[in-house]
């Protein structure tokens, strides 16, 4: 296996806050990308980026490599950072363009239980075609990164940018022209090998897909599908962007980027102050983390009986609880399941745990909680909770678009 050496560049944030790490577009650099999109982002992340090899910082460019193993460059990167810090195995929350998304799905299938969640950006499960990118990588190793410079320019950004940021467009641009013919290269040559369509329902970790409006290479239809795909994505697209967004809109990709990590619905308001805000953000939140099928299934039950129940529920469960930013909905899941087996709400267990996969959460993260549910609830209880997870975990890995079943 090749494992590519991979710089960190710090853009922020205190190590004492949670990490975030960015990935980079081919021929960028993590400072000309994500820098200004940083700034948004350092008071609540430790913020590091990282650089492709023979681009930005990183002058090392050694044997080709695949997708995979850029990906484990990554997290080997990310390991040593947090191996000076005396701490191993830390999660943390990611976010990448284009090349930088492709190997964030790498890393939510190779390293799952390491990623909190992901936002992937002007990327793909596959993006473009093999021969197209030998033939680039063929490109450039004759003649060098200005040899695709004007083509990148016309791909990278929205019409007009260029006129209305000179500088953040010319620096990125010379940061293609600066990046290594052979490191350059092999990027292209890891993206042909690059397609996993195939394995996207194994994703359960929260993604968010950002597509730009103007983005030809990869366009909206690419990141729907990744959307669609993962057990856990939406998609948000941004009007008058290309193939960089966090260059081309850096305050409003910092803010998706926040606000996914802490759990918060893009479409929902900023802040609730209404009842009929928090209602309508409860109801989103009810349908992401239960499915459509069990809502429209509870709202078509409701009688003139339990109407004002199940509004209760929407408003004050979902709608006061499950759209707060202090936690993220992985966690707010653990909680609700140890609930549960506590007190012996069977069938309210059944559908969280269809709720927790939902959520990210894996089968043996399932398992470890009612392991220590059955110390601290009681083997009787925690026995029972194993019963009724097995048999809705079997039933999704058999049948994964069964919908949970309860009343909340």
Sequence with gaps: MT???????RLGGSPQLPLLVLGPSLGT???????????????????????LPG??????????FTMAELAAGVLAMVDDMLAERGTV????VYAGDSVGGAVGLHLLLDAPGRVDSAVLVSTGAVIGEPGAWHERAATVRASGTPAVLEGSASRWFAPGFLQREPETGSALLQALQDADREGYAQVCEALAGHDVRDRLGRIGVRVLAIAGRDDVPTPVASLQEIADGVRNGRLV?????????????????????RDHADGVLAD????????????QAGAAVRRQVLGDAHV???????TDFTADFQDLITQYAWGSIWTRPGLDRRSRSLITLTALVARGHHEELAMHVRAARTNGLTNDEIKELLLQTAIYCGVPDANTAFRIAQRVLDEMDTAPTNSPEGHA
Excluded: C, K, M, Y
């Design 3 to 9: 494992v590519p050496q991979i710089t960190a560049v």
């Design 29 to 51: 650099s993590a400072r000309t990308l994500w820098s200004r999109a940083a700034t948004h982002l350092a008071d609540r992340f430790e913020v590091i980026a990282w650089d």
């Design 55 to 64: 681009h930005g910082s990183n002058l090392l460019v050694g044997q080709p």
């Design 89 to 92: 195995d830390t999660s943390f």
């Design 237 to 257: 697209v941004l009007d008058d962007v290309a193939h960089l967004p966090p260059a081309e809109a850096p305050a409003e990709v910092a803010r998706l980027v």
């Design 268 to 279: 929902a308001p900023r802040t609730l102050t209404t009842v009929d805000e928090v209602r």
């Design 296 to 302: 429209d299934r509870a709202t078509a039950a409701s």
